[in-house]
């Protein structure tokens, strides 16, 4: 004879997956928004690099060399 698991055993494991598959989502949207802030931050360190040396170059930076 065949043992099946109990009606609340089945609830048990379905609530299981079903928080197993919610904490993964929630991780990869994590992952997701810290590397999305990394971007954002690296993208506003190279605009500040930029406009830094832009403004080396105006202020006559390049004229010593000639």
């Known amino acids: 004879m065949r043992h099946y ?3 609340d055993q089945v609830k048990a494991d379905i609530l299981s997956v079903f928080k197993n598959i919610t904490e993964d989502e929630n991780e ?3 992952r ?3 590397e999305r802030h990394r971007r954002a ?3 506003i360190e190279d ?3 930029k406009k ?3 403004q080396e170059l ?3 930076w ?3 060399l000639h």
């Open 5 to 7: 698991p109990s009606v």
């Open 28 to 30: 990869q949207k994590m």
């Open 32 to 34: 997701t928004e810290a």
């Open 41 to 43: 931050r690296q993208t």
């Open 47 to 49: 605009l500040q690099e």
């Open 52 to 54: 830094r040396l832009e």
């Open 58 to 60: 105006s202020n006559g």
């Open 62 to 64: 390049d004229l010593e």
